[in-house]
């Protein structure tokens, strides 16, 4: 899968969310980027920043930010429409940890 349409897939993913996540995301970019830094292996996506639930004194900061990485899903060798669903399960994920869900419910909802 060429970047550009993996780039596709993630916006594909993110303009099928259900209303109750499009409510709830606040203060997010969500980038795609070839490779994880050293520190995170193999990572298919990371969250970073400060999740919904634990939020308290939350203003005039950077937004949070997902970066779902490239490299590494071509690496698990999927046929496209697999790796569309993979691509859609580490989105949702992300976004998951975005809204302050746990595994136990990310498993739950399927985004795991």
Do not use: C, Q
Not at 77 to 100: C, F, N, Q, S
Request: net charge negative; proline share 6%; hydrophobic share 40%.
């Amino acid at each position: 899968m060429r970047r550009h349409r993996f780039e596709a897939e993630v916006d594909h993913v993110l303009e099928n969310l259900p209303d109750w996540v499009i409510e709830r995301v606040d203060n997010l970019v969500i980038v795609v980027e070839d490779e994880p830094p050293p520190d995170l292996g193999d990572a298919l996506g990371v969250y970073e920043g400060v999740s919904l639930a634990e939020r308290g004194e939350y203003s005039g900061v950077l937004p949070d930010r997902i970066v779902i990485f490239y490299r590494p899903h071509l690496d698990l060798g999927l046929p496209e429409d697999e790796l569309a669903t993979e691509i859609r399960k580490t989105v949702l994920h992300e976004i998951g940890h975005h809204l302050g869900i746990d595994d136990r419910r990310l498993t739950e909802l399927g985004w795991d």
